[in-house]
């Protein structure tokens, strides 16, 4: 009865502090969500070439789909994302 009684509040404490870990991380991706602003979803021939295009802060993020998979390009806010990925240079 003893050893149950001790598992029991043992347990409880566990999942207090699961929770509160929970709900600090919950925080954080809230906050991030908050700053993303000017969000455009965009459709090109196969579903390839932009995708996706965003703000956050003072960068645009554009997110283009390759043959190889995704690839996202950040750039200046005042930059606007082509259509076509751009070339990188190697």
């Known amino acids: 009865m003893f050893l149950g009684k001790n598992f029991t509040k043992l347990t409880l404490c566990l999942l207090l502090i699961f929770k509160s870990s929970h709900a600090v991380d919950e925080n954080k991706t809230k906050n991030l969500k ?39 390009i950040t750039l200046k806010s005042s930059e606007k994302c082509t259509f076509k990925r751009p070339a990188t240079k190697n």
Request: overall charge positive.
């Open 34 to 72: 908050d700053q993303v602003y000017n969000e455009k979803t965009h459709a090109g021939p196969m579903g390839m070439g932009l995708t996706k295009s965003y703000q956050i802060n003072n960068q645009k993020i554009c997110i283009y789909n390759t043959i190889n998979g995704q690839v996202q």
